[in-house]
């Protein structure tokens, strides 16, 4: 746990693998993600912010070994939460919060012992990337995402609208410096 605590606030995570592309404008990132697993869980029919919350306690407890093999797995960075916007006022998204798996256990990750909590084999992928600083909620992630499409909607580029991705790389401890991003997916064979 301490561990843990220290690398939140200090750094030193592991982070998946990725290609930088070339980017047509300067106010954005385009990158190729190298296919690896992910654990993962799915919190439905709540607010933005209050389901990363719950997504976060359920994989934070996965890697302190509430685990098949009852071992602890290393943070890692970033963690992806990927947000399906609800239709209508109410404004309710499915979020599938993610955690990378270390690269000492992509090949045999010990498995969950609570049904919310799976593994998400992502295959590769690319995406356009905004980076923001300062703490992230669902309004600030939501203005990034509006300049970002704005951004791509400029240079031509092909994408989806949704779902996107809200990325985070800090502990709730760390109070400067602080690294979030708003990812788009590419439309597949486009660009």
Same mark, same amino acid.
């Given at each position: 746990?301490?561990?843990?605590?220290?690398?939140?606030?200090?750094?030193?995570?592991?982070?998946?693998?990725?290609?930088?592309?070339?980017?047509?404008?300067?106010?954005? !990132?385009?990158?190729?993600?190298?296919?690896?697993? #992910?654990?993962?869980?799915? %919190? $439905?029919?709540?607010?933005?912010?209050?389901?990363?919350?719950?997504?976060?306690?359920?994989?934070?407890?996965?890697?302190?070994?509430? $685990?098949?093999?009852?071992?602890?797995?290393? &943070?890692? %960075?970033?963690?992806?939460?990927?947000?399906?916007?609800?239709?209508?006022?109410?404004?309710?998204?499915?979020? +599938?919060?993610?955690? @990378?798996?270390?690269? !000492?256990?992509?090949?045999?990750?010990?498995?969950?012992?609570?049904?919310?909590?799976?593994?998400? $084999?992502?295959?590769?992928?690319? %995406?356009?990337?905004? +980076?923001?600083?300062?703490?992230? $909620?669902?309004?600030?992630?939501?203005?990034?995402?509006?300049?970002?499409? !704005?951004?791509?909607?400029?240079?031509? &580029?092909?994408?989806?609208?949704?779902? @996107? @991705?809200? %990325?985070?790389?800090?502990?709730?401890?760390?109070?400067?410096?602080?690294?979030?991003?708003? #990812?788009?997916?590419?439309?597949?064979?486009?660009?």
């Amino acid at each position: 746990m301490l561990r843990a605590v220290g690398k939140m606030v200090f750094g030193g995570f592991e982070s998946p693998k990725f290609t930088p592309q070339e980017s047509k404008g300067q106010d954005y !990132e385009v990158r190729t993600y190298h296919p690896t697993q #992910w654990v993962s869980t799915t %919190v $439905n029919g709540t607010e933005q912010d209050e389901g990363l919350t719950t997504g976060f306690r359920r994989l934070f407890k996965y890697i302190q070994g509430n $685990n098949e093999k009852q071992v602890k797995v290393d &943070m890692t %960075v970033p963690v992806t939460c990927l947000i399906n916007p609800g239709e209508g006022s109410s404004n309710e998204s499915s979020i +599938t919060v993610s955690f @990378y798996i270390p690269e !000492e256990h992509q090949a045999e990750p010990p498995k969950p012992t609570v049904p919310e909590v799976f593994f998400e $084999n992502r295959q590769e992928f690319t %995406v356009f990337v905004r +980076t923001f600083g300062g703490f992230a $909620n669902s309004q600030n992630t939501h203005d990034e995402l509006l300049k970002l499409i !704005e951004s791509l909607k400029r240079d031509g &580029m092909s994408f989806k609208e949704a779902p @996107y @991705y809200r %990325v985070g790389y800090d502990s709730p401890f760390k109070l400067i410096n602080r690294k979030n991003e708003v #990812w788009l997916i590419q439309e597949e064979g486009k660009e």
